[in-house]
């Protein structure tokens, strides 16, 4: 089976977060709250739903984790206007200055991981991925 999709990418997965994943921790995150930050990252506001669904987590996690986060000030939520059922969430300031220096390490890292293809060849990849997860 190690030559089956999901070994392969697990395994790649692993391959590319192992060492930053230490990064992570040691800037005092765990790995949910700084795929929340980074993806908030330069976004606009977001509902908590396509939030969790985009840091590949279960809405009730990501609602109490962006809860924890806006008590530090990191994030902010509110009503979404157009729907009072859903909260948005954005990144604060603060928030930002804590996640944009991980987010320059993390390009490095990937960098440093993908350093044996060449650019053409990681722009493949990365296309072939994107596809393969917007057929989910």
Not at 6 to 21: I, P, T
Not at 37 to 60: I, Y
Not at 93 to 106: C, D, E, F, N, R
């Amino acid at each position: 089976m190690n030559d089956y999709l999901g070994y392969l990418l697990g395994q790649a997965n692993h391959a590319l977060f192992k060492d930053f994943d230490a990064v992570v921790r040691e800037a005092g995150l765990s790995s949910i709250e700084w795929r929340v930050l980074a993806t908030l990252s330069g976004q606009p506001p977001m509902p908590v739903g396509e939030l969790a669904h985009e840091v590949l987590s279960q809405q009730p996690t990501v609602t109490k984790l962006v809860q924890r986060l806006a008590a530090q000030a990191w994030v902010t939520l509110r009503d979404d206007p157009s729907d009072q059922r859903r909260t948005l969430v954005s990144i604060t300031a603060t928030g930002q200055k804590k996640v944009t220096p991980l987010i320059a390490q993390a390009r490095e890292h990937e960098a440093a991981v993908l350093g044996a293809l060449s650019t053409a060849e990681v722009q493949r990849l990365k296309d072939q991925l994107r596809r393969l997860a917007q057929a989910r």
